[in-house]
């Protein structure tokens, strides 16, 4: 197991740790890969509902196909922002507009003194957000979450490419380094683990036979213990704990 390190580099390592905090080689833990697997998932899952620090902002590109109107995208995509293209006008030889292309913006901010000032600069940028409304700079269009469908409202007679702002899912590999979200899902985990491996032992309520009479397990504690430590872990996503964004100020 890689030690003095920030997360982890993959699920073998995180299920180690829990295997190990469960006192597994000590004695006789009851669960394998695909339950830890599932402790692991319920995790993730738990923390991309609650914690802003699950989602980032992000931009996919993909292009256009004539008289096709749903795109389908990534699983990792919740929501589309804003659908830019990048090119105004139908023939190719419409004006250019790239939103992304800031480059000619800062050369002439480096030589303002030399080719302009800031008022044809302001006027220039002005310009530019006319043409995008004028010659449909951006696309209006609809997004189901739960198909993952993006349906632009449009009869789309040409190949182009298209930007897409969007709030994606930051993977499970980044969160598992993560300084503040890796030893919060290291924990949950464990403590899903404990769950499933207490429903597994309180089966046995009148315990097992032993040489020194009946062996009573620890069923009820362990699923006591784990649904004690899954709330105080759902507290600390409130509290902020766990790396994500508090709320700026609320007014009313």
Known sequence: MVTNQIGYLSRE???????????????????????YDIAINKAVSIYRQLSSNSVEESIVFFNTESGVNDYVMPDEVQEVQRLYRRGIGSNGSGSNFDPFDVAFNNMYMLQAGSIGGLVVFDAFSQYKETISRIFGGEY?????????????????????????????????????????????????????????????????????PGAGGAIILNGENLKNEAKAEIEELRMQIQNKEEGSAPLGFVIG
């Not at 390592?13 to 339950?35: C, F, N, P, W």
């Open 13 to 35: 390592e995180i299920i180690t740790e829990i295997s190990l905090r469960l006192a597994d080689g000590m004695v006789d833990v009851e669960l394998d890969r695909e339950h």
């Open 140 to 208: 209006n269009f609809i997004w189901n979450r739960n198909s993952h469908t993006l349906k632009v409202l449009r009869n789309i007679k040409n190949i182009e490419e298209v930007a897409v702002g969007v709030h994606n899912f930051v993977p499970e590999s980044i969160l598992l380094r993560d300084l503040y979200a890796s030893p919060w899902l290291s924990d949950m985990s464990l403590a899903q683990s404990k769950l499933m491996l207490g429903e597994a032992r309180g089966k046995y309520t009148t315990g097992l």
